[in-house]
């Protein structure tokens, strides 16, 4: 694989190497670390760094997952980290917001506390909307939340109920005709106001909706 990359890439990577180690993430003890770009010295263009992918933790991914693609899996990690490598020696933090935004969306599927606004650090596909891995969130600033919220997908305008309650809401949509490879979330928040900075933050809520067509549509 390391051979199918542009040497235009390379510059600065001092080697790319497989690691035995298996590496698991430090509070989830089902994610591993499938590699990393470790900085070697200096600093911007001047970067070097070394490549590592952990054999022993693809291993432990493999054995969670029967149709674990080792060749895609692979390849998906080596760009990845020779991307943090490139942007670091660009001073852009772009994959490392992305890479924050994935953690916290693993923290909202799994229950745990999150970030509110993480999801606008992942990957822009539309107008405040951003997707971050499979996911899709749809950003909806609102002064106060409607009973029925309308929102665009694919071209068309669907709507859903929304349950009482505060904002933020993450209100996950299903029975959509086609959906994206993972969740569609339409996030409800309020507007910022300056006496936000004194109060104690709500936690976002999550919940579910059937979506329907807009009538209209």
Known sequence: MAEEIPESYLDGVLAMDVSPRTVPHASRAEVFTLGECVPVDGEGEDLRSRVVLYHGSFRAVAAQDPAFDWHFEAWETLTHELRHHLEWRAHADHLERYDWAAEENFARQEGDPFDPLFFRAGEPVGPDVFRVEDDVFVDCVLRVAPAV??????????????????????????RLPIPPAGDLIVVLRGRGRIRDLFRRPVPPRQARAVARRAAGE
């Not at 929102?151 to 299903?174: A, H, Q």
């Open 149 to 174: 919220m309308r929102f665009p997908w694919r071209g068309r305008t669907w709507e859903v109920d929304v349950p009482d309650g505060p904002l933020p809401l993450f209100l996950g949509v299903d």
